[in-house]
C-alpha cells in the first residue's frame, strides 16, 4: 500500500493505495509553491510486522497565465505648457505576478485610445511625444490616454490605466488685423455717432490671452473719433470741418489679456460738400471802358472764391441782368469780363450787370454781385462852324464892347469833347477884337479908326 508521509503540509496531493497514483486534492498555486518533495512509503501486508520502503517524488509546478498585468497606480495626471519642447512626459508601471522570464510575464504596451498621433508609449511603459506630435492648448486642453498593458500568455491577459495629460496655455499668437491698412472716405457731413467700420483682429490664443481690447494710438487730435474697446466699432466723435481736416492718419492697436499687441493703420478722407457759398472781394466791382471799342476786349475781371473743394469750389460766371444787347459777355470759368462791340458814352454812359457766381456742387450754392462799367468818351469830332464864312460890319465910332458878330460851332462828341471854346488865331495883330471862349461872341476891343485901317 502507498501513502504520503512528509512534504505536503498543506493536503495539496493525495496518493491511492493501491495503485501509488498521486492525485491533486486541491487548487495548486505556483506563485505559492513551485516545488513539492513528497515521501512516499511503499508497504507490504507481512505479518506480524509488515516491511516497506521509502522514496522522494518530487512535483514542480509549471506556470500557468493566471495573473493579470496589474497597473500601479492606475491613473496618472501630468501638467504641461503647450510650448513644452521634450518629449518625455511619464513612466507606467505595470507588473505580473506569473513566473518571471516566462511569455506569461512578458509585458507590452499600447495606446488603445485618446492618441491622435501625439503620443507614444514604448515597450517600458514611458509615455512621450511623438517626433512629429507637440501639444496645442487651443486645439486641445485634455488628452485622455487609455494605455493598455498586455503579458504574452496564452490566454493573453491584459489591464488599462488612464493617463491624463493637461495641456497649460502660453499666450504664443499676437492678435491681427485682417489687413496692414485701411482706407475709408467719409462725408464731412456725417452726424456725430456715425460708424465708419467694425474692426476685428484675431488671436488664436483662449482665455485672457485671446480676450482683445482695441485703442487708437496716435492720430486722433483733436478727438474727432471713437473706437469701442470691446467692439471695434469707429465711429465720430464729432462733427467734420474739411476745410481745416481733410484726412487722417489714425495707428490702431489690439491687445490681448497677456500683453501682446497687434496694430494696422485707418486712413480716413473727408469728402466735401458743398457748405459754403461762394464769396467775392467786393460786393460791387467798378471798371471802364472806351467807347471806340470795335473788337472783343477785356475790362476787368471778378475776383471771387470758393472753400470748398472739388466740384463743390469750382466756379462759374454768367451775366444775369443788364446786358441789354448783348455788349458784354464774362468768361464762365475766370469771370472775366469783356466788352463785345462799339459803345457810346452819349448813348449810356454807366452799364450796371448783375452777374450770378455759383459753385458746381449740388445743390449748387451762388450769390450775386453787381458789376458796373463806366464808358469813357473818346474824342472823336472836330468841331463845325455853323453858317461859315462870317462877314460882320461894324462903324468906326462903335463904342468898346460892340459885339460885331457870333460864332457858333458845334460837336458831335459828348460831355467835355463835345463842349467847343473859342479863340482868334490870326487877323487881330492889335488886338482889336476879343472872342468870348465859351460863347463865340466877337466884341471890339479897342476904338476904330477907319483912315488907318
Known amino acids: 500500500a502507498y501513502s504520503i508521509v512528509s512534504g505536503d503540509p498543506m493536503d495539496q496531493f493525495t496518493i491511492r493505495a493501491s495503485s501509488g497514483e498521486i492525485l491533486t486534492s486541491r487548487a495548486l498555486d505556483r506563485e505559492t509553491v513551485n516545488l513539492y518533495r513528497l515521501l512516499v512509503n511503499a508497504t507490504d501486508n507481512s505479518q506480524p510486522r509488515p516491511l516497506y520502503s521509502q522514496t522522494e517524488v518530487l512535483l514542480t509546478i509549471l506556470d500557468y497565465n493566471d495573473h ?62 511623438t517626433a512629429a506630435g507637440s501639444l496645442d492648448y487651443e486645439q486641445d486642453t485634455l488628452h485622455r490616454l487609455s494605455v493598455e498593458c498586455s503579458d504574452a500568455g496564452n490566454p493573453r491577459l491584459s489591464s488599462n490605466a488612464v493617463t491624463l495629460v493637461t495641456v497649460l496655455p502660453i499666450n504664443e499668437h499676437t492678435p491681427s488685423f485682417a489687413q496692414p491698412v485701411y482706407n475709408f472716405t467719409i462725408s464731412e457731413s456725417s452726424a ?19 480676450s482683445i481690447k482695441y485703442a487708437i494710438e496716435s492720430g486722433n487730435n483733436p478727438l474727432t473719433f471713437f473706437l469701442d474697446s470691446v467692439t471695434g466699432a469707429l465711429g465720430l466723435r464729432r462733427t467734420l470741418d ?27 478722407n473727408i469728402s466735401d460738400v458743398n457748405n459754403n457759398d461762394p464769396v467775392c472781394n467786393r460786393q460791387t466791382f467798378s471798371f471802364q471802358t472806351s467807347e471806340n471799342i470795335t473788337a472783343r476786349v477785356e475790362v476787368g475781371r471778378l475776383s471771387c472764391s470758393d472753400a470748398d473743394t472739388g466740384v463743390s469750389g469750382r466756379l462759374q460766371y454768367s451775366i444775369t441782368i443788364g446786358n441789354t444787347g448783348g455788349r458784354f459777355s464774362i468768361d464762365a470759368s475766370d469771370g472775366r469780363l469783356f466788352v463785345t462791340g462799339p459803345v457810346s458814352r452819349s448813348v449810356q454812359a454807366v452799364y450796371s450787370l448783375l452777374v450770378d457766381v455759383s459753385d ?16 469813357q468818351a473818346v474824342n472823336r469830332f472836330a ?13 468906326e465910332n462903335a463904342t468898346i ?3 460885331v458878330s457870333q460864332i457858333n460851332a458845334s460837336d458831335a462828341d ?16 492889335d488886338n482889336v477884337f476879343l472872342i468870348d471862349r465859351l460863347s463865340g461872341a466877337i466884341v471890339l476891343a479897342t476904338t476904330l479908326d477907319y483912315e488907318s485901317n
Open 401 to 403: 464892347g460892340t459885339t
Open 68 to 129: 493579470v498585468p496589474l497597473y500601479s497606480p492606475e491613473f496618472y495626471s501630468i501638467e504641461l505648457n503647450e510650448t513644452y519642447s521634450g518629449t518625455y512626459l511619464v513612466q507606467l508601471n505595470c507588473t505580473d505576478g506569473d513566473e518571471i522570464n516566462t511569455e506569461n510575464t512578458q509585458l507590452s504596451y499600447r495606446i488603445v485610445s485618446g492618441n491622435a498621433s501625439v503620443f507614444r508609449v514604448n515597450s517600458t511603459g514611458a509615455v512621450s511625444l
Open 383 to 395: 468841331p463845325v462852324f455853323l453858317g461859315a464864312p462870317y462877314t460882320a460890319n461894324v462903324l
Open 242 to 268: 474739411r476745410t481745416q481736416d481733410s484726412e487722417f492718419r489714425l495707428i490702431v492697436s489690439a491687445a490681448d489679456g497677456g500683453g501682446l499687441i497687434g496694430r494696422t493703420i485707418i486712413n480716413i
Open 414 to 429: 459828348s460831355e467835355e469833347f463835345g463842349r467847343v471854346s473859342y479863340s482868334i488865331v490870326s487877323g487881330n495883330g
Open 192 to 210: 456725430v455717432g456715425f460708424i465708419i467700420t467694425t474692426l476685428s483682429a484675431a488671436d488664436n490664443d483662449l482665455g485672457a490671452d485671446g
Open 360 to 375: 458746381q456742387g449740388s445743390p449748387a450754392r451762388s450769390i450775386s454781385v453787381t458789376v458796373l462799367v463806366e464808358v
